[in-house]
């Protein structure tokens, strides 16, 4: 199995509701990443988790909560979002974190926030 | 401030010529940089990488070409085909990060 998975693909949510995006690898890396992607901009770096451990938060607003239960499952909890949260998610995976590891992504799951 | 820019935001080849994808960086301490391919509703699929050991890699018809000192990379695709048609992101490894170009937008037609 080569590839990350996530669900659902796409999301309505309203600025009240909670809400989680699932990300799921088995290809045996420690390292999973959560990037956030506007239209006609590069993917943006949100989280890094490395042994199931949070590595790296790039200064995410709180409403964005992070999860990795355990090697192969990332989740992000979404909470109280505003709609210029809305974008591409996108989860990806390497061997390793840190310099020389591909990471490979998923598909995203597409966010709206009403 | 863009640390990796891609300056070509489209390019148009014709089917079976060369399309030379080019990307700058501006933090000399990137040693490791990546190249991306990604079609609309996906995700970015991993291409090709090269470390700054080296100036050139190759894989099939993609190789990647690093100049250190100008701190510019390409990635050339020979032949082209229509199915490489898709927006291309050059990266750049920094610790746990990767920093994403803009991406430039191929089009190779028949």
């Known amino acids: 199995d080569t590839e990350v998975t996530q669900t659902p693909k796409h999301l309505v949510m309203g600025m009240t509701n909670k809400k989680s995006l699932k990300c799921e690898q088995h290809m045996g890396h420690r390292a999973m990443y959560w990037y956030k992607q506007k239209a006609k901009k590069p993917p943006e770096l949100m989280f890094v988790?490395?042994?199931?451990?949070?590595?790296i938060n790039e200064s995410v607003p709180s409403r964005f909560s992070p999860e990795c239960p355990n090697s192969s499952l990332l989740n992000l909890h979404l909470h109280a979002l505003q709609p210029e949260d809305s974008a591409l998610y996108l989860c990806?995976?390497?061997?390793?974190?840190?310099?020389?590891?591909?990471?490979?992504f998923g598909p995203g799951t597409r966010l709206t926030v009403l | 401030d863009q640390q990796v820019k891609q300056n070509s935001p489209s390019l148009s080849v014709q089917e079976g010529r060369i399309s030379i994808l080019n990307c700058d960086y501006t933090n000399s301490m990137f040693d490791y940089f990546l190249w991306y391919k990604k079609y609309p509703a996906e995700g970015p699929t991993f291409l090709i990488s090269?470390?700054?050991?080296?100036d050139k890699n190759e894989d099939g018809r993609f190789t990647v070409f690093l100049n250190k000192s100008a701190k510019h990379l390409s990635l050339h695709i020979v032949p082209s085909q229509p199915g490489d048609s898709a927006v291309y992101f050059c990266?750049?490894?920094?610790?746990?990060?990767?920093?994403f170009g803009t991406g430039t937008r191929l089009q190779v037609f028949p």
């Open positions: 990266a750049a490894s920094d610790t746990d990060k990767l920093i």
């Open positions: 090269i470390s700054s050991i080296k």
């Open positions: 990806a995976s390497s061997q390793l974190a840190g310099p020389y590891n591909e990471q490979f």
């Open positions: 988790y490395s042994y199931e451990k949070l590595s």
